[in-house]
C-alpha cells in the first residue's frame, strides 16, 4: 500500500496521469482515456458479390 510523504501543491489537470520519475521529480504523461469522451468512427459495411456457380 502507498505512503503519502508530502504535499507539494500541484494543480492536476483532467486527462493527465502524475507519477514520481526515476530521477525523484513529478512528472505527467497524458491519458489515453481521460479527460474527455472520443466520438465511435462509424464503419460503412462493403455489399459483397455472390458467386453464381454454372450449371453442368
Known sequence: MAE??????????????Y????????????????GHKKKKKVTKKKATKKKVKKKK
Open 19 to 34: 507519477f514520481v520519475d526515476k530521477k525523484g521529480d513529478i512528472s505527467r504523461a497524458k491519458m489515453e482515456r481521460g
Open 4 to 17: 503519502k510523504v508530502a504535499k507539494v501543491g500541484i494543480k492536476k489537470q483532467t486527462g493527465w496521469l
